[in-house]
């Protein structure tokens, strides 16, 4: 007969694991020598989240509509929530002590941290705010991060700590902050999903182990752009519109990733972002969207390429370089790669 004790702990598990608990666990389970620094840096991530979600779900009503009046590296123009955000994750991740170097959509260089070797474990990617355009119209927007190992001896300086394949990444996730706030994080043993629990401030494990459907009914593109899709862009989407796939797609695009990504990994089907006229590299990052996506895509048995190779395979180059991204099922991904071999 269970204890009184045995019985509390038990129901209690079964009734809220919160992702701190999740994330101890992973570490416990499969890094045990990672002795508590990872789980202590994902809480900088999720209490920066957290903050933001405040300011995101309060956005009518406090100052932070609109743009900044200034443009980031990038060449676009900052909303004051996109700043914010920015700010948020600085601040949380440079308390860190485990964190030696950030890389910030918002930031033009790296932030280092001079952190004694044996501390300064961790490299982290973030798009603060990801599909900022659409705050202004109450529209889903996100939080994107990658985290990478210091490299050890560190002898390529922080470019060699910067420039890493996705294929490095110790872990990666992303917030969507939409009809409700969901975590979704892979620390390489499968994907988990925590919704955020307004009533007591935690996120708590709703999504276990997801699993990417291997085929979908929806594909995601921004279809103003089509005409200007090199050919095997422009033959797929023409095969996914013509059932060549055995089955009718319907088409969904947001235009914040993190949401439409979110939606292709729940139920299925392909998200899209080729090279364009005004993106001729296509308009995504490869270290801070496309990279932590990509790990999360495949941790759930989904599939990331850029046409000519998978996502994690890409060597970087510099930290705000472009790729294109196809993301999302098996069945999708191959017939991608069946138009790609067949206009090459
Ligand atoms: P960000 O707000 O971080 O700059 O990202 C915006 C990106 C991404 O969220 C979305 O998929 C894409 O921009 C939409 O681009 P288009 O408006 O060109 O379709
Ligand atoms: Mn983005
Ligand atoms: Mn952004």
Same mark, same amino acid.
Request: charged share 20%; proline share 5%.
């Given at each position: 007969?269970?204890?009184?004790?045995?019985?509390?702990?038990?129901?209690?598990?079964?009734?809220?694991?919160?992702?701190?608990?999740?994330?101890?666990?992973?570490?416990?389970?499969?890094?045990?020598?990672?002795?508590?620094?990872?789980?202590?840096?994902?809480?900088?991530?999720?209490?920066?989240?957290?903050?933001?979600?405040?300011?995101?779900?309060?956005?009518?009503?406090?100052?932070?509509?609109? @743009?900044?009046?200034?443009?980031?590296?990038?060449?676009?123009?900052?909303?004051?929530?996109?700043? $914010?955000?920015?700010?948020?994750?600085?601040?949380?991740?440079?308390?860190?002590?485990?964190?030696?170097?950030?890389? @910030?959509?918002?930031?033009?260089?790296?932030?280092?941290?001079?952190?004694?070797?044996?501390?300064?474990?961790?490299?982290?990617?973030?798009?603060?705010?990801?599909?900022? @355009?659409?705050?202004?119209? !109450?529209?889903?927007?996100?939080?994107?991060?990658?985290?990478?190992?210091?490299?050890?001896?560190?002898?390529?300086?922080?470019?060699?700590?910067?420039?890493?394949?996705?294929?490095?990444?110790?872990?990666?996730? $992303?917030?969507?902050?939409?009809?409700?706030?969901?975590?979704?994080?892979?620390?390489?043993?499968?994907?988990?999903?925590?919704?955020?629990?307004?009533?007591?401030?935690?996120?708590?494990?709703?999504?276990?182990?997801?699993?990417?459907?291997?085929?979908?009914?929806? $594909? @995601?593109?921004?279809?103003?752009?089509?005409?200007?899709?090199?050919?095997? $862009?422009?033959?797929?989407?023409?095969?996914?519109?013509?059932?060549?796939?055995?089955?009718?797609?319907?088409?969904?695009?947001?235009?914040?990733?993190?949401?439409?990504?979110?939606?292709?990994?729940?139920?299925?089907?392909?998200?899209?972002?080729?090279?364009?006229?005004?993106?001729?590299?296509?308009?995504?990052?490869?270290?801070?969207?496309? !990279?932590?996506?990509?790990?999360?895509?495949?941790?759930?048995?989904?599939?990331?390429?850029?046409?000519?190779?998978?996502?994690?395979?890409?060597?970087?180059?510099?930290?705000?370089?472009?790729?294109?991204?196809?993301?999302?099922?098996?069945?999708?991904?191959?017939?991608?790669?069946?138009?790609?071999?067949?206009?090459?």
């Amino acid at each position: 007969m269970a204890t009184v004790k045995e019985s509390t702990a038990r129901s209690s598990r079964e009734l809220v694991i919160t992702a701190q608990q999740h994330i101890l666990e992973q570490q416990q389970a499969h890094a045990p020598d990672a002795g508590g620094t990872f789980s202590w840096l994902l809480s900088g991530i999720t209490l920066a989240t957290k903050m933001i979600e405040a300011k995101v779900r309060r956005a009518g009503l406090l100052d932070v509509l609109g @743009s900044a009046g200034e443009t980031n590296v990038q060449g676009e123009t900052q909303q004051k929530l996109d700043i $914010y955000a920015n700010q948020a994750l600085l601040h949380c991740l440079g308390l860190r002590d485990t964190v030696a170097i950030l890389v @910030s959509e918002e930031n033009e260089e790296p932030v280092t941290f001079d952190r004694a070797r044996e501390t300064g474990k961790y490299v982290i990617f973030f798009d603060p705010l990801d599909g900022s @355009s659409n705050i202004d119209v !109450n529209v889903s927007v996100g939080t994107i991060f990658s985290i990478f190992r210091r490299p050890p001896k560190m002898d390529g300086g922080i470019e060699a700590a910067v420039l890493q394949p996705g294929w490095k990444q110790v872990a990666a996730g $992303y917030v969507v902050y939409g009809s409700s706030t969901i975590l979704v994080y892979s620390a390489g043993k499968g994907v988990f999903g925590f919704t955020l629990n307004p009533d007591i401030g935690a996120y708590v494990l709703s999504h276990d182990n997801l699993r990417m459907p291997h085929q979908g009914n929806f $594909y @995601s593109v921004n279809e103003a752009q089509a005409h200007t899709f090199p050919a095997p $862009y422009r033959e797929y989407i023409g095969r996914l519109r013509s059932g060549a796939l055995g089955r009718e797609y319907s088409s969904r695009y947001v235009g914040s990733l993190v949401a439409d990504f979110h939606r292709t990994i729940l139920k299925g089907g392909v998200f899209v972002y080729p090279p364009t006229r005004g993106y001729p590299r296509g308009k995504l990052r490869l270290l801070y969207e496309a !990279n932590p996506l990509a790990f999360i895509a495949e941790q759930a048995g989904g599939m990331a390429c850029d046409g000519e190779q998978r996502i994690l395979e890409i060597q970087p180059r510099e930290i705000h370089e472009r790729t294109p991204l196809v993301v999302g099922g098996r069945a999708e991904l191959e017939e991608f790669q069946r138009c790609w071999r067949a206009t090459q």
